[in-house]
């Protein structure tokens, strides 16, 4: 039997600790990619994996209307991380998930239709979360998707208030976009989006799948412009590995959210490992570590790489380096030569995630790699 969708990588992993991986022949590998930021903690962070055990040996799942502490734990803890007057929490298992639930609480609770998005945008594949998602190549082979939505320019307020209208249920928007290639979007973008929806009596969401969690030096992006977004929707590293999704929202969404549901929503288990994480993220100050170390990695990648490079780019732990060719060679070599294991995002953009817990030390050495696999390649391709 062998998978498909997945392309698969020639590098069999067997166990991890902190940011490294190792395969079966026990080589090393320093994940700067955090599988996809979904080990915000590094790999087996032991206080996660402690609240996993003691939560399986006292109960693996009971439903979602049975209240149990673990799952009480976690929405107080949501609701004091939220920004501003967020406080009801929605859990799922994903973040195309946590955004399916951010669409359909915006229709209900504004009576209204229409979603407006943005280019290059990514907010997941599932059928909804999809027809919000930009990239054509994900969302043909499965049209027809929701209809009534908009694309606009990422960063664009003329264009964002043109697009919003009185049929408009929400703006769904990354404050940077990831996949889209690390483009952060500016204080001034993000508080006209503000302006915009609430003049419309739209919901703004801010999909903070991938820039959450202290990544970016605050735990939410969008703080770094002081918005308080409607719907805030979580995912990836929340429980620091297990699969998890969040959506966040204030008083009037929650009272409109109709009838949604899902049977694992909740589950104990993955509630405490995300209560453990949270709690990790608060009490380390990670997102004030991410803030200096992500200056520190600009710096040092700037120093390395000057004019070999389009681009540096990015906030905090996010980072992005626009190349000047495509990326996927560049990926091979740093992993198989260097051990260093980084993401693509579009055809030309290296993306760093890296455990928020790294140190210079791991910075330096994915510098010296990232540099070196350039090199080589100029060499080999000039
Ligand atoms: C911004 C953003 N939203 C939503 C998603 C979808 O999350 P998932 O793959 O858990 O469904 C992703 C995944 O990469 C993402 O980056």
Redesign the pocket.
Known sequence: MTGFVYSEKPIQIERGEGPYLYDESGSEYLDFGAS?ACVPLGHSHPQVQEAITDQLDALTFVQASYPVDARDALYDRLASVAPGDIEHVWPCN????A?EAALKFARSATGKEKFVATMQG????TMG?LSTTWKSEYREPYEPLIEDVEFVPYGDSEALDEAVDENTAGFIV?PIQ??GGINPGSSAYLQAARDITEKAGAALIA?E??TGLGRTGEMWAIEHADVVPDILTS??GLANGLPI?ATLCKEWVAEGAGPHGSTFSGGPVVCAAADATLSVIEDQDLPAHAEAMGEYFAGELDTALGETVRDIRGTGLMTGIEVKRGSNRLLRDLAIEHGVLALPAGRTVLRLLPPLTIEAEHVDRVVEAIALTMGTETEAQP
């Open positions: 996809y994903s973040g195309t998930e955004n990514f907010h997941g594949r979360s990354e990831g996949e999909d799948v991938q995912a990836k999704g």
